[in-house]
C-alpha cells in the first residue's frame, strides 16, 4: 500500500478526499510521501502531505461581434481626436482654414468638370483653364500673406513709418475667408445646375458673407477718402 501511495505521488494522480459522514469531498494531490518505522513492533508509520486540486478553466476568447464593433468605433474616434488635436496644435486655426479652403477648390474643381462632361461641354483646355484659374487664387493669397509679413515687419521693427491706415486685419485671413465664400457658391451653382432642391436664401447669405468680408478690405482704404475730407 505505501508502494501505491509513493506512485501517486510521483505520478501526480489526482485523487479523491473524502471524509465519511461530512461533506467534504474534494480531489487533491499527494505530496511526498514520508513513511518508516518508530518503533519495534513493525508498524510503518506514514505521513501523508493533501493538497487540493483545481482544474484550469480555459478563458473564452470569443468576442460579441457588436462588442467589437463598439470598440473599434471608439478606438477610431480617439485616433482622430489626436490627430486633429495635434494638427490643431501644430498649425492652429489658420492651418485649417487653409486646408478647407484647398479642399473646397479641388471640389469645385472636380465637381465643376462633371457637370460640363454631363452638358456635353467637358474638354481638357477647360479644365487647364480651370486649374490655372486655381493657380491665381494661390498666387492672390501668398500675396496677401506676404503683405501680413512686410506690415508686420514695418510696424515692429521701423517705427517712423506711418501707416495711412489702422492695420487691424490679417490680410491673408481675409482673401482666404473671401475665397472660402466664393467657392461655397460656385459649389451650391454646381449643385442647381445638377438638379438639387436648395433653400432660396441659402445663395443670398453667401453673397451676404462675401459682401461682409468686401466691407472690411473696403474699410481698410478708405484713408484716402478720410485725408481729402480732412484737406477739405
Known amino acids: 500500500m505505501v508502494d501505491r501511495l509513493v506512485e501517486w505521488s510521483n505520478n501526480g494522480d489526482v485523487l479523491r478526499f473524502?471524509?465519511?459522514?461530512?461533506?467534504?469531498?474534494?480531489p487533491v494531490l499527494l505530496g511526498p510521501v514520508e513513511h518508516g518505522q518508530r518503533d519495534g513492533t513493525g508498524d510503518v508509520y506514514v505521513t501523508l502531505e493533501l493538497r487540493q486540486y483545481r482544474e484550469l478553466q480555459e478563458e473564452s476568447t470569443e468576442v460579441n461581434q457588436d462588442t467589437g464593433n463598439?470598440?473599434?468605433?471608439?478606438?477610431?474616434?480617439?485616433c482622430l481626436a489626436a490627430v486633429l488635436g495635434t494638427l490643431t496644435a501644430l498649425w492652429g486655426w489658420f492651418g485649417w482654414l487653409v486646408l478647407v479652403w484647398a479642399a473646397l477648390m479641388l471640389a469645385d474643381w472636380l465637381i465643376g468638370s462633371a457637370v460640363a462632361a454631363k452638358d456635353g461641354k467637358w474638354s481638357s483646355g477647360k479644365m487647364r483653364a480651370g486649374a490655372w484659374h486655381k493657380g491665381g487664387m494661390i498666387v492672390i493669397v501668398c500675396v496677401a500673406l506676404t503683405a501680413d509679413w512686410l506690415i508686420g515687419t514695418l510696424l515692429h521693427n521701423l517705427p517712423v513709418v506711418e501707416l495711412p491706415f489702422t492695420y487691424g486685419v490679417l490680410l491673408g485671413p481675409l482673401v482666404i475667408v473671401w475665397y472660402v465664400v466664393g467657392e461655397l457658391g460656385s459649389l451650391a451653382e454646381h449643385a442647381i445646375t445638377m438638379g438639387a432642391p436648395y433653400p432660396a436664401w441659402l445663395p443670398k447669405i453667401l453673397e451676404a458673407g462675401k459682401d461682409a468680408v468686401d466691407k472690411v478690405g473696403e474699410e481698410l482704404t478708405d484713408f484716402r477718402e478720410g485725408e481729402q475730407r480732412h484737406d477739405r
Request: zero cysteines; a negative charge; aromatic letters at 6%.
Open 18 to 26: 473524502i471524509a465519511t459522514d461530512t461533506p467534504v469531498n474534494l
Open 70 to 78: 463598439e470598440n473599434f468605433a471608439v478606438q477610431i474616434k480617439l
